[in-house]
Each structure stands twice: as C-alpha cells, then as structure tokens.
C-alpha cells in the first residue's frame, strides 16, 4: 500500500518483557516521527528521523526507550524491560521532509498492552 | 501543563447543530495544524494556517488562525455523524522540528 504501515497492531506482553515495534514510512519520505497516545488523549512526541539521523532524543520517557532507522526507510521503537505505564497506542508518521508545515501521514498505530 | 489546550475536552451534539472546537496557549507557533483521528485510526491532516487571522475552509469547517498565532478555532456547519471523531490540533513553535499536540477534543454527533 502507499500509506505509513505499523506492525504488529497489537501487542500484548508481561511486565519487564521487551517490546519492538515497526514502522515502514512512505516510500520517499525523508522524515519519520514516532509518537505515544494514551486512551482518546493527544499525542506525545517522542523522537523524529531526517534520514537515519535522530537529533534530538529527549522526547523518550526513559533510557528503557530507544529507536533506530536504517536505509532512511524502516524504522524500530524498542522498549525494554516494559512497565505497565508504557502500555499505549504508539503511532509513526512520516512527511516527504522535514518541516514544520508538511503534512505528516500517520500510520494505524501498534496498541500496546502491558500485562 | 498542555502547551496547547483543546476546550471543550468532549463534545455531544445533534445531527444539524453548529459546533466550535477551540485551541489555546500562551505561545506563540509558526503554524498549526488540525487533525481529526477515527478509533483505530492515526490522525489525518484536515488544515495547515500558517499566517495570523488566517481563515480556511473545507466544505462545512472553518479553521480560524488567531492574529496573534497564540490560538486557533474549528467551527463546523450543520455538524453530521460522520464527522464524529477526536479533533487535534498540533503547531510548531519557533524552530523546533516537531510537532506539539493538543490533548484533543472528542466529538459526538448523534443522528
């Protein structure tokens, strides 16, 4: 398909299990966003790609967090050692370049659930 | 502390009636944008306003951009059931690269 694709769309792990989560982007976009969403709440930024490059990593809650890109496509949220208050709706989107105006194109998200 | 604040948090009205979703702070942002997000969904882009006292339209909204870029309003016309769904809106501030999201308002319209 042409939109942001995420896998698996639901997760459901015990407690101090580690969790990676998927993200395939459009084909062609340079920008990549991962964003956490608690139930019927806003978004909470986390981390954005230009490229394979991640600038600015403080949006992630913990050092139990981390993500990577490579071949400036595919991405990977990785949470170790999950805890209960990380069971959210974690969503990627991607824009054609990095900006403040371009649309972003949201993939469906992957729930997570924390048992 | 929201940076964007959505009022009101949850919305329910009738097939027919006017409705105005509102997003307030006290900074200011290069550019906003509106989102509306389905249960199951991500977020799709319904406006960008990047100018103060910007006004768009899109067939029964109107997105509204304040003039000092502090705030911004949706107003919807002869609201129908499919426009149920949770409306973000989300801006840039200054040079950061991503977006800030609203904490969202939840719309109900009952047929």
């Known amino acids: 398909g042409a939109g942001v694709s995420q896998s698996p769309s639901n997760k459901v792990t015990e407690k101090g299990k580690d969790v990676e989560l998927r993200c395939d982007p459009i084909?062609?976009?340079?920008?990549l966003y991962w964003y956490r969403q608690s139930l019927g709440q806003g978004l909470e930024f986390l981390i954005y790609?230009?490229?394979?490059?991640?600038?600015?990593k403080s949006g992630l809650p913990s050092d139990r967090f981390s993500a990577e890109r490579t071949g400036g496509s595919v991405s990977t949220l990785t949470i170790q050692r999950t805890q209960q208050e990380d069971s959210a709706v974690y969503l990627c989107?991607?824009?054609?370049?990095?900006?403040?105006?371009?649309?972003?194109?949201f993939g469906d998200g992957t729930r997570l659930s924390i048992l | 502390t929201q940076l964007l604040e959505q009022s009101p948090q949850f919305l329910s009205i009738q097939e027919g009636e006017n409705l105005t979703v509102y997003c307030n702070s006290s900074?200011?942002?290069?550019?906003l944008q509106w989102y509306r997000q389905e249960p199951g969904e991500g977020p799709v882009l319904l406006v960008t306003?990047?100018?103060?006292?910007e006004v768009k339209k899109l067939k029964r909204l109107t997105f509204q951009f304040g003039d000092a870029r502090k705030d911004s309003s949706l107003h919807i016309t002869a609201a129908q059931p499919g426009d149920t769904g949770l409306y973000l809106c989300?801006?840039?501030?200054?040079?950061?690269?991503?977006?800030?999201f609203g904490s969202g308002t939840q719309l109900t319209v009952l047929p």
């Open positions: 989107a991607s824009s054609r370049v990095l900006g403040g105006n371009q649309p972003q194109h």
């Open positions: 084909s062609g976009h340079t920008a």
């Open positions: 790609f230009q490229g394979n490059s991640a600038p600015d």
């Open positions: 900074s200011v942002f290069s550019s």
């Open positions: 306003v990047v100018t103060g006292g």
């Open positions: 989300a801006g840039i501030r200054g040079s950061a690269r991503q977006l800030t």
